[in-house]
Every structure is written in structure tokens, then in C-alpha cells.
């Protein structure tokens, strides 16, 4: 099983951006982790990171070819963004919506996600294990498929 772990705009800031609300680990670090979590899951995770919304829909578009499922952070184009919703729309693999922070717990402008109605889950609010408890869901759910 394969999956794919796509980073938003500013994920690559990780670390030293906003430390108290996003965590000092760095977007490396945690790609370390979930690369990691996905070897004890007995899955292969490959992570990308973005800050271009068209990088994100190719990496989107390229993943129906190889991954079983994605998990993804789409940062602030989660707000904004038709286009990447209708990517997630198209690829017709399952995809995990997540986010380090609570979303409800901030601005008005980011309680709303375009990504969501195309998403089979979302997870928000734990910091980097919000990706991880993603990974898990995914993994499970795509298990879970394979058993019917």
C-alpha cells in the first residue's frame, strides 16, 4: 500500500513559523515520523510540499497513477480553493483533510474548508499528529476496503 503525504503553502516554514501554534518540529522531522509510522502501518509513505497551487493539483492528478490514498494539509488554500477541491474530486482515491491547528478555534475565514465535502475524513487540532492520526484512519479505512 502506498500513500502520499502532501503539504500546503508555508508547511515548509514548519519550525520556526508560529512555534506556539504550529510546534518547533520541523516539516522534515515530521515527514521523518510519518514515513516511520507508515513502516509500522506496513506502508510506504512518500511526502511532497507545495507553496503552488497548481505544484499541489499535479502532485494531486500524479497520485491517482500510483497511491492508494493521500493524506493532505492544504494550508490556506483550504479556504480559497475550487480548484483544489475539484482535483481531490477527480482522482478518485480516497483523501484525509488535516490540520496542525483548530481551525474552529481561530478566524472566521478558516472555519470554512472547500476540501472537505471531498474528503472521506478530516482530523485538526492535534499538531503533527494530526497527520499522523490521518495516516492511521487512511490506512485503516483502505485495510478495511481491501477485507470486503
Not at 509510522?37 to 511526502?47: F, H, R
Not at 492508494?68 to 482535483?87: E, I, Q
Amino acid at each position: 500500500m502506498k500513500i502520499m503525504v502532501l503539504h500546503g503553502p508555508n508547511l515548509n516554514l514548519l519550525g520556526k513559523r508560529e512555534p506556539d501554534m504550529y510546534g518547533k518540529l520541523t516539516l522534515d522531522e515530521i515527514n521523518t515520523r510519518l514515513m516511520e509510522l507508515g513502516k509500522s502501518l506496513g506502508v510506504e509513505v512518500t511526502c511532497r510540499q507545495s507553496n503552488h497551487e497548481g505544484d499541489l493539483i499535479d502532485a494531486l492528478h500524479e497520485a491517482r497513477n500510483w497511491a492508494d490514498g493521500v493524506t493532505f494539509n492544504p494550508g490556506g488554500y483550504t479556504h480559497t480553493s475550487v480548484a483544489l477541491r475539484d482535483a481531490v474530486a477527480a482522482i478518485g482515491i480516497p483523501v484525509v483533510e488535516v490540520h496542525m491547528s483548530n481551525v474552529y478555534a481561530r478566524e472566521e475565514f478558516r472555519h470554512k474548508s472547500l476540501i472537505s465535502a471531498v474528503c472521506r475524513g478530516k482530523v485538526i487540532g492535534f499538531g503533527w499528529q494530526s497527520y499522523a492520526l490521518g495516516l492511521r484512519a487512511l490506512v485503516d479505512l483502505l485495510q478495511t476496503s481491501m477485507e470486503l
